[in-house]
Nanobody, 124 residues
Framework: QVQLVESGGGLVQAGGSLRLSCAAS????????MGWFRQAPGKEREFVAG????????YSSNSVKGHFTISRDNAKNTVSLQMNSLKPEDTAVYYC?????????????????WGQGTQVTVSS
C-alpha cells in the first residue's frame, strides 16, 4: 500500500513558477514509477510527466516539454514537478500517481495509487 500526498499548488500569474511535491509512504518507493497528471474542469485527466523508479529516465507530454521538469528523491520518498513559464491553460488539479513497474505510463488506468490532488491556478 502506498499513500501519496501532494503539496505546493496555488495561484500564480502567467509566466511564473511553482514547484509541486508529492510525499509517498512505504519502504518500497523506488519500485514504483511515478507520474504527474492534471485535470482541468470539464476535461479528462491527462499525463504530464513521468519518471522511472530509479529516477534515471524522465518523460513529459509535448504540451509541457521544456517548461516542466519531474524529479524524484528516493531517499526522501518524494517526487517533484518544477513548473516554469506557466500559462493560464496549465490551470488544473494536479495529481501524482504510483505505478508498480520500472517504467511510467501515460495511461491513467495503469496507475495503482493516486494522491488527492493539488489545485494550480494560473491567472492571465
Amino acid at each position: 500500500q502506498v499513500q501519496l500526498v501532494e503539496s505546493g499548488g496555488g495561484l500564480v500569474q502567467a509566466g511564473g513558477s511553482l514547484r509541486l511535491s508529492c510525499a509517498a509512504s512505504g519502504r518500497t518507493f523506488s519500485r514504483y514509477a511515478m507520474g504527474w497528471f492534471r485535470q482541468a474542469p470539464g476535461k479528462e485527466r491527462e499525463f504530464v510527466a513521468g519518471v522511472t523508479g530509479g529516477g534515471i529516465s524522465t518523460y513529459s507530454s509535448n504540451s509541457v516539454k521544456g517548461h516542466f521538469t519531474i524529479s524524484r528523491d528516493n531517499a526522501k520518498n518524494t517526487v517533484s514537478l518544477q513548473m516554469n513559464s506557466l500559462k493560464p491553460e496549465d490551470t488544473a488539479v494536479y495529481y501524482c500517481a504510483a505505478l508498480r513497474d520500472t517504467w511510467p505510463s501515460p495511461r491513467v488506468s495503469d496507475y495503482d495509487y493516486w494522491g488527492q490532488g493539488t489545485q494550480v491556478t494560473v491567472s492571465s
